[in-house]
């Protein structure tokens, strides 16, 4: 874990450098597929939308979600995830979805920055290492 500062521009050129962006998705994908079927289930998702946490840091302060209520968010977007309903979501689904998500979060975010804590190997995390990369070259 480590206090990551970042900003909607961040998260945007992550997302529009598509090869870096496939490549992270890829690792993401392999690195949740615990079972290695090629698929995630929802325990295995489950695992990456904690580490997005979408729900419990609102600008950088913790929000306390009732337990109940966030499975249920977590319910409907998997369903969200697996765009042909078959309940799993494979590769394609996994990154059209995380596409628009990050995307969805860059906007809410405006132009301030936030500061977030993050997990090593999350996808926010992934999207700071990949600005700094671009800075450092
Ligand atoms: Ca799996
Ligand atoms: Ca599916």
């Given at each position: 874990?480590?206090?990551?500062?970042?900003?909607?521009?961040?998260i945007v050129n992550f997302v529009e450098d598509e090869e870096a962006f496939n490549i992270s998705i890829r690792d993401?994908?392999?690195?949740?597929?615990?079972?290695?079927?090629?698929?995630?289930?929802?325990?295995?998702?489950?695992?990456?939308?904690?580490?997005?946490?979408?729900?419990?840091?609102?600008?950088?302060?913790?929000?306390?979600?009732?337990?109940?209520?966030?499975?249920?968010?977590?319910?409907?977007?998997?369903?969200?995830?697996?765009?042909?309903?078959?309940?799993?979501?494979?590769l394609e689904?996994?990154k059209a979805?995380m596409k628009r998500?990050m995307l969805?979060?860059?906007?809410?975010?405006?132009?301030?920055?936030?500061?977030?804590?993050?997990?090593?190997?999350?996808?926010?995390?992934k999207a700071?290492?990949h600005?700094?990369?671009k800075?450092?070259?």
């Open positions: 874990m480590s206090v990551e500062v970042l900003d909607s521009a961040t993401r994908f392999v690195h949740l597929d615990t079972d290695r079927d090629g698929l995630l289930s929802y325990t295995e998702l489950l695992k990456e939308l904690e580490s997005l946490r979408l729900f419990e840091t609102h600008f950088g302060i913790d929000v306390k979600t009732d337990p109940k209520e966030l499975a249920q968010v977590y319910n409907s977007l998997f369903v969200q995830f697996d765009h042909d309903s078959n309940g799993t979501v494979d689904e996994f979805e998500m969805a979060m860059a906007n809410g975010m405006g132009f301030l920055p936030v500061q977030m804590v993050l997990e090593e190997g999350s996808f926010l995390k700071v290492e600005e700094s990369t800075l450092a070259a």
